[in-house]
Structure formats: C-alpha cells, structure tokens
C-alpha cells in the first residue's frame, strides 16, 4: 500500500510539475471553470425564485425580470463552456507539446546501449502515444472533473443552507452513486487494456506482412496470410465487444442511478412542500440539480478509460525520463586543431552481459593517417570506431583523441570533429538540401553544391538542391545515397572520419566512384576505415586486423602486403579467391591477386 501511495504521490507530483511552466495558464483555467460551475448552480435558483414568486402572485413585469436574467445566466454559461473548451485544448496541448521535445531531447540524447535495445516502435509510442494520453487527460478530463467536483459540492451546500436534510441527502446520493460507478470501474479498464493488446497485435501482424508482401507472394503464403488476419481481425472484434459490454453495465448503473435521483426527488420534494417544510420553488430547485448530477456521472464513466491510459502513460513517461544517459557531457579540454590522433590504451567493453566485445585493446593512430579495419564479423571492428565516436563508453581503459580522452572533450566539438559515413544512410523527407545540411540553415548554397560537386553528385546538384526527396531518400539510388553521405562530411569537413562499410550495397561503377570520392576526403583528416571487401583498401596506409575483441594484427599496409604470413595478406587471398569463384563462376587461380596494389 504504501509503495502504491508512493507511485501515485509520483504520478502528482510529475503532473504538478508539468503544469508549472503555464501555471498562470491553468489558473485562469481554474477561475474560468470555477465561474461557470457557479452560473450553473445559480441558475435553478432563479428558477426557483420565479416559481416562488409566481406562486405568491407578484406582478408579471418581476418575473419577467428574474426570467431575463436566467436567460443572460445560461447564454453566458453556454459562452464560458465554449471558452474552457477551447482553452483547455490550447493549454493541455502547449504543455505537452514542451513535454514532447523535452522527450525527444532526452531519447536523443541516451546512448547506444539505450537504443540498441529499445525499437523505433516503442520510442514512438512513448514519446507521441503516451503524450498524447496526458494531452487528451489535461484538456477533457481535468477540466471536467473539477467543474463536476465544484458543481456537486456548491449544490451540496445551496441545498444545505436551504435544509440540512436536503443537503445530507444530496452528498449520500451523489456518494452511493460514485461507489457504483466505481466498483465496476476495474473489469471496463481490463477489458479495454485488452482490446488496446488485440488491435496492437492486429496492426502489427498487418504492418509485418505488408513488409514482408513481396516474399509473401512469390512463396504463395498469401492464403495463410489472409486466415492469420482473419484470426487476428476476430480476437479484435471479440475484446471490443467485450470492452463495449463492460462499459455498457456501467452506462446502465448510471442511468439506473440517475433514474432513482429523480424518483427519490420528486417523491422527497413532494413530501417536504406537503408538509410545509420547503416551498415548491425549492422543491423544483432540489429536481433540477439531481438532473445536473447526471451529466457529472455520465462523464465519470465516459472518460475513465482516458484516465486510466493517461495514469499509465504517466507512469511510463516518468520512467523514460528517468533513465540517465551514459554519456554525460562534462567535457572542457579541446583537442589540438587538425587530424586527431587516436589512442586506445588496455580498452575493453561489453554489453554488461559478461562476453566482452573488446578485449585489452592498445593501439595509437597517428595524425592524418588512413586506416583500414578489418575482420570477421562479430570482432569488435564497430564496436572500436562507436568508442571512437563516443557512441558507446568503454567499459575498461581510455580512448583519447588528439592525446586528450574522450570523455574530456566536450560533446558539441566532438560530434563537429568526427564524422561517421554508416553502412545504413538515412535519408529524410525534405529537400536534396535538407538531406546534405541535416537541417541546418547555416551552411550556403553555394557550400551545399560544393561538396556534391566534390563526391560526383554534380548532375544531381543541377537538378537544384531545394527540390523534393521523398521519405527514406525515395528517388536516390542507393549508391547516391552514399555519394550523399560523403557530401554531408565534405560540408562539415572533420578531423577524423569513420567509414562503416561505406562501398557494400553499391555495384562496382558506384563503388569506383565512391572510393574517389574517399580519396578525397582522405586527405588532411585522419581515416578509420571499416571494411569486409578489402579490395576497397587499396590506398590506407595502414591496417589493423581483429579477432575475437583483439587487435592481432597492426603494421604498413605495404609490408602486411607482402608479408605472405600476414593475416591480413591471407584475408586477402581469401578475399581474392572468393572474388573469382564468384566471377567465372567457380574457377579461383590467384590471378587476380596482383590487381591490388602493393
């Protein structure tokens, strides 16, 4: 109990410092909602003042005039309600929306370890759907519950100041009732968290065959495709109908609830006026707040699915911010301007499941050089150039660039002096522009057009930079898009670059042309450069060879060459033997090995 008072004393507490930045915002919310409860309860007091006094017999022209004014109550009423709504909406979405960035701020800046192990999927739901469950609590829920908690308890005390009985009958009712919505609150929420998990499986299961569509046809699985929606489609179906009849019970436990106020009311009202205890007016003022009662109650049941959702994105918002990053920016030493060195000395790292990636790596790199990394998969190979770029911290040792470690420099000079061009290049909805500069206005154009002229990318610039890719670089082959990321590089022109299998999903015409275009880059900047076709190694100057976490193996790469018992020279026998198996189709001499320069 206590731990669930704690959570729940959270929750507040996170609510309550969300709604801080706007806080005068939410106040003058407050006083507007606080305004209109009132002119709602003040308006069956007219009622009942014109009954009254029509049943006294005052003139026409008085209650002409308390028939006006109840008019000038309820058009204002209405106006206000309006006003709420619409503030509320506004407000509930600008703080939310501060939420949504502070979010993507905070998942940003998390590191690799973070996200190696979180899905896109999840991140978006957390960050949008989750929000978007607070969003819609603060601007339909909050504001509804405090109108109906000052509404019940101004009728509460009008009725008791009137006659106490009428009073202490109106807070037992309005309690009894809440109790029932209440007890049958758990089974509707159970029964819509279950339909929330079929429509997330149905959509999923759509997403991953649509994905798959092209596999799917070609090996006629379209029949069990289509049986697997239809099961999928029916247990969707099956939950809504279940989570509809539970809040159905409720519905009906309201009306029920409603319906017994206003027999208890009349027969009460009737009672009381026969016995002269309250005067008709009263009587019909006490019926028409048992009315109002039920658009409160009403809303209890319509909105405690918001609530509940809201609840637990509460709770899962919380944690992601939460989680501290472990890259912590506490740099202050600036490495020296130019190509950086790089420095690991006894560096290891693992992904705290005890089966370390890295092993007791030493190596210095010195400024300017070029540096082929090679291996087989699983060696450690990227998980050295992610220490480098301070992706990932190492678990054992230090990596230092420019003789300064890496966690001493600060992270706005480190992501500007190193520069990653990955196997994967991601492309993004906007311009040819947009895609080279990441969004950045600062850059020219004539800058932009610079560097595409630089990586061969000339024809594509002449198209003009400002027109249109479609989302993932839609209208870019895929050797463009590598091409592209060489662009960005040339533009920001870094000390160190790392090339993460930049030439192995583009067809030997495109490949020649990028191995230019790294050439270039190359020059006057220090080049780490990971690759599986040593063939795209032809102009490093050096060459380390992992195996198993470890450095086995670092030299010239000339003398690696030449050096018959070298690993390196017998990858690349194998490399070279693989090459022209796959060319004339099985027959492997070795002839081709003296197309690598030595």
């Not at 301007?337 to 000395?345: H, K, Q």
């Not at 190492?394 to 660039?401: D, E, F, H, R």
């Not at 850059?443 to 630089?454: C, H, K, M, S, W």
Request: with cysteine.
């Amino acid at each position: 109990m206590a731990t669930q008072a704690g959570e729940t004393g959270g929750r507040w507490r996170a609510l309550g410092a969300l709604l801080r930045p706007d806080r005068w915002g939410w106040a003058g919310l407050g006083a507007l909602v606080a305004v209109a409860s009132a002119l709602t309860i003040t308006g069956p007091l007219v009622i009942r003042r014109i009954v009254d006094t029509a049943t006294d017999g005052t003139t026409t022209g008085e209650v002409t005039r308390l028939a006006a004014l109840f008019l000038a109550i309820a058009v204002t009423g209405q106006l206000l309600a309006v006003v709420v709504a619409w503030l509320a909406t506004v407000l509930a979405w600008r703080t939310t929306n501060e939420l949504r960035v502070s979010m993507t701020r905070h998942v940003l800046g998390l590191d690799h370890e973070f996200h190696r192990t979180h899905t896109p999927g999840e991140l978006i739901q957390r960050v949008d759907g989750d929000i978007t469950s607070v969003s819609e609590f603060l601007g339909q829920v909050v504001t509804k519950a405090a109108g109906a908690a000052l509404l019940v308890a101004g009728m509460v005390a009008v009725l008791s100041v009137l006659d106490w009985r009428l009073g202490l009958g109106m807070a037992v009712y309005v309690a009894m009732a809440l109790l029932v919505i209440l007890r049958g609150r758990h089974r509707a929420v159970s029964e819509s968290s279950d339909e929330m998990g079929a429509l997330g499986r149905l959509y999923g299961g759509i997403e991953e065959r649509l994905t798959a569509g092209e596999d799917l046809r070609a090996n006629g699985a379209a029949d069990h495709v289509a049986w697997r929606f239809v099961e999928d489609s029916e247990g969707a179906l099956v939950s809504a109908v279940r989570r509809e009849r539970a809040f159905l019970v409720m519905w009906w436990f309201v009306q029920g609830a409603v319906a017994a106020g206003w027999v208890l009311a009349l027969v009460l009202g009737a009672v009381l006026v026969g016995a002269n205890t309250i005067t008709l007016g009263t009587a019909f003022l006490l019926f028409q707040y048992v009315l109002l009662i039920a658009r409160p109650l009403e809303e209890v049941v319509h909105e405690l699915e918001t609530v509940q959702k809201a609840n637990g994105a509460m709770v899962r918002v919380a944690e992601l911010l939460a989680i501290r990053p472990m890259i912590v920016d506490n740099g202050t030493c600036h490495p020296p301007a130019g190509p950086l060195t790089v420095e690991a000395s006894a560096v290891g790292f693992d992904y705290g499941d005890d089966r370390p990636v890295l092993r007791d790596v030493d190596i210095s790199i010195g400024a300017g050089r070029s540096v082929g990394i090679v291996g087989r998969t699983g060696s450690g190979k990227t998980t050295f150039s992610r220490l480098v770029l301070r992706l990932v911290e190492p678990t054992a040792g230090v990596v230092s660039l420019g003789g300064v470690p890496i966690a001493d420099i600060p992270l706005d000079e480190l992501r500007r002096r190193v520069a990653l061009v990955p196997q994967e290049v991601e492309l993004f909805a906007g311009s040819l522009r947009d895609n080279v500069t990441l969004f950045d206005n600062q850059p020219t154009d004539a800058a932009v057009i610079d560097a595409l002229e630089r990586v061969g990318l000339g024809a594509l610039a002449d198209g003009g930079i400002d027109r249109s890719l479609g989302a993932g670089g839609a209208g870019l082959s895929a050797g463009e898009a590598q091409l592209l990321a060489l662009a960005r590089v040339w533009l920001r022109d870094p000390d160190l670059l790392v090339l993460d299998e930049a030439t192995a999903r583009v067809d030997p015409e495109t490949e020649r042309q990028l191995e230019a275009a790294v050439v270039e880059l190359m020059r006057g900047r220090t080049t780490l450069i990971i690759a599986h076709r040593l063939s795209t190694l032809r102009s490093v100057d050096e060459i380390v060879v992992f195996d198993h976490g470890e450095i086995v193996e670092y030299g010239d790469r000339l003398d690696l060459v030449g050096d018959d018992d070298s690993r390196f020279a017998r990858l690349l026998a194998m490399s070279l033997d693989s090459e022209t198996a796959s060319s004339d189709g099985g027959r492997s001499d070795g002839s081709e090995r003296s197309e690598v320069p030595s």
